[in-house]
């Protein structure tokens, strides 16, 4: 397993964004040809008091319990079984 900050690392600063958007595009045809058809999408699920640390997307805001917590934002879908299809973070509260 790898930590959160490694992940932020890979996708913002070692990988391209075509090979992250060729990545995304792959792993959505998977779970079409493995028979999703409808996802659920979340949108603004951003963080309920989650402290992040050493990620460069995090930045201080205003949670949903109205603390000063660092934040980071995302969208996400997953299909009917909850079996991810799509995910972006997004800088602070920023949607």
């Known amino acids: 397993a790898r930590s959160d900050s490694y992940y932020t690392d890979l996708f913002a600063h070692r990988m391209k964004e075509e090979q992250e958007l060729s990545f995304k595009e792959a792993w959505a045809s998977s779970c079409k040809n ?3 058809e409808d996802v659920w ?3 603004d699920g951003s963080n309920d008091d989650c ?3 050493c990620v ?3 930045e201080k805001g ?3 319990s109205h603390t000063n917590n660092n934040v980071i934002s995302f969208t996400y879908a997953v299909t009917v079984d909850g079996k991810p299809v799509s ?3 997004y800088r602070g509260g920023l949607v």
């Open 34 to 36: 493995d028979g999703a």
């Open 41 to 43: 999408l979340c949108i």
């Open 51 to 53: 402290q992040s640390q």
């Open 56 to 58: 460069d997307l995090a």
């Open 62 to 64: 205003m949670s949903k």
């Open 87 to 89: 995910f972006e973070a």
